[in-house]
């Protein structure tokens, strides 16, 4: 079965600075998909961004982006210039191609500081 | 554009009272759908999905069930509430074969 680990469970990092989230996954498939979801205070699941296993270039979104390292199964999410709005918890998810469900990381809870 | 909504928002129920958590798709036809539940402080579990009417997959055997009665509706439900039912429930949407889900607003359901 596929896991999906998050190792930070909370962060914090000052306004207009840089942050990396780490997660890691395993599975023995080759091809699959990974996400970054982010969970403000509303708790409302946002998607930030989405990463094709098959695809070498990392995925950004604005001041979002990943560094995915398929060998390491490894997928991290940096967040630049750090707005007080960026203050959530962010998961990690993984799935497989087609309609499998996600499986979701535990989130790691980041507070930026003004 | 497609949206997702849930009701209600928030739900006090007593133990051993019955349950119904409804989630409705608009914009987009033959979605498969999801129910998770997020315990306070703590990750998503999922409870069940459906990739259409009347087919429902269980991923966690408990007290829950989840219906389908049309294509963009998914029920979830109990008959008898425990304490341990008390949570943030979430439905979510995707596009058959595309993987990123879309999430409604969530209930946040108390059992006392």
């Known amino acids: 079965a596929q896991t999906v680990t998050q190792s930070q469970p909370e962060m914090s990092v000052q306004e207009a600075e840089t942050v990396t989230l780490s997660c890691t996954y395993d599975?023995?498939?080759?091809?699959?998909?990974l996400f970054w979801y982010k969970q403000p205070p509303s708790r409302q699941m946002i998607l930030v961004i989405r990463q094709e296993a098959y695809k070498q270039q990392n995925a950004t979104e604005n001041r979002f982006s990943v560094n995915f390292q398929k060998a390491a199964k490894s997928f991290s999410l940096k967040i630049s210039d750090s707005q007080l709005g960026d203050t959530a918890m962010y998961f990690c998810?993984?799935?497989?191609?087609?309609?499998?469900?996600?499986?979701f990381g535990k989130g790691t809870r980041l507070s930026v500081i003004a | 554009s497609q949206t997702i909504h849930q009701w209600p928002a928030t739900l006090v129920q007593p133990v051993g009272s019955p349950l119904s958590l409804e989630c409705t798709v608009e914009g987009t036809s033959n979605p498969n759908l999801y129910w998770y539940r997020q315990a306070a402080g703590r990750g998503l579990q999922l409870l069940f999905y459906?990739?259409?009417?009347?087919?429902i997959s269980s991923e966690v055997p408990q007290n829950l069930s989840a219906s389908r009665p049309q294509d963009r509706q998914f029920i979830l439900s109990s008959k008898k509430l425990l304490l341990s039912d008390s949570g943030f429930y979430l439905c979510?949407?995707?596009?058959?074969?595309?993987?990123?889900?879309?999430f409604g607003p969530g209930t946040r359901l108390t059992v006392l």
């Open positions: 599975t023995s498939e080759s091809n699959y998909y």
């Open positions: 998810a993984f799935s497989n191609s087609g309609n499998t469900p996600l499986v």
């Open positions: 979510a949407w995707s596009v058959p074969g595309r993987n990123e889900q879309f």
């Open positions: 459906s990739v259409g009417i009347g087919q």
